[in-house]
């Protein structure tokens, strides 16, 4: 079965720092895809980066990178260069299935971070 | 065009009333899901279609009906509202061929039930 954790409940960073929010996953399908989302406080998701089980190379989105590890089925966010308005939720989400049209798709708990000034 | 939306933004319900939320996509995606979100446990998947026609049961589907007639509409039906339903709710939908499979959220709707 599907699952996501997000281990972090809160984070603190300063800002210009860089930050790792971490996600470990459990499948057992080969083909699924992973990603993070961010929340503000007005509440809208915000879609951030997105990396294939089958990438060879991981993904990056400006100053957002995801540090995959699939032996270890880990894929943390790396905030590089943190802003203030970095404070929000950010919450991991797998959606297996990719190579059959499969769309289901869960997400984690989510960590809040805090940017400090 | 407006992307995803959702009605209402706010609802207040009594135990045992039904309702139904609304979520309209005009992007001609194929993938529709419905999230509920409570503090501290995140999205959690409660309905998900893939198409008109289709749908198929996620994580808390208990209490929760859905249909999807045309691919632009995809409603949540709450049969008899319990207090345990009082949570914000969030449409979002996705292209089957999207190279980054992102889906796109409405604003959500707020619920709540007393």
């Known amino acids: 079965a599907q699952k996501i954790t997000q281990t972090q409940p809160g984070m603190f960073v300063q800002e210009k720092e860089a930050v790792t929010l971490d996600c470990t996953y459990d499948?057992?399908?080969?083909?699924?895809?992973l990603f993070w989302y961010k929340q503000p406080s007005s509440g809208e998701m915000i879609f951030l980066i997105y990396?294939?089980?089958?990438?060879?190379q991981n993904a990056t989105e400006g100053r957002y990178s995801l540090n995959f590890q699939k032996a270890r089925k880990s894929a943390n966010l790396v905030i590089s260069a943190s802003q203030l308005g970095d404070s929000a939720m950010y919450f991991c989400?797998?959606?297996?299935?990719?190579?059959?049209?499969?769309?289901?798709?869960?997400f984690g708990a989510g960590t809040r971070l805090f940017v400090k000034a | 065009n407006a992307g995803v939306t959702q009605t209402p933004k706010f609802q207040v319900l009594k135990t045992g009333q039904s309702m139904t939320l609304q979520c309209a996509q005009d992007m001609n995606h194929e993938y529709m899901s419905w999230y509920r979100q409570d503090p501290g446990m995140g999205l959690r998947l409660i309905h998900y279609?893939?198409?008109?026609?289709?749908?198929d049961q996620g994580e808390v589907p208990n209490g929760y009906n859905v249909s999807r007639s045309t691919t632009e509409d995809f409603p949540l039906r709450l049969l008899s509202a319990a207090p345990s339903q009082t949570s914000v709710y969030f449409c979002a939908t996705t292209d089957r061929d999207r190279e980054n499979n992102e889906q796109f959220f409405g604003p959500g709707t707020r619920l709540t039930v007393l």
């Open positions: 989400a797998m959606r297996e299935g990719l190579g059959t049209g499969g769309f289901k798709t869960i």
């Open positions: 499948t057992s399908d080969p083909s699924y895809g």
């Open positions: 990396q294939g089980s089958y990438d060879q």
């Open positions: 279609s893939v198409g008109a026609g289709i749908t």
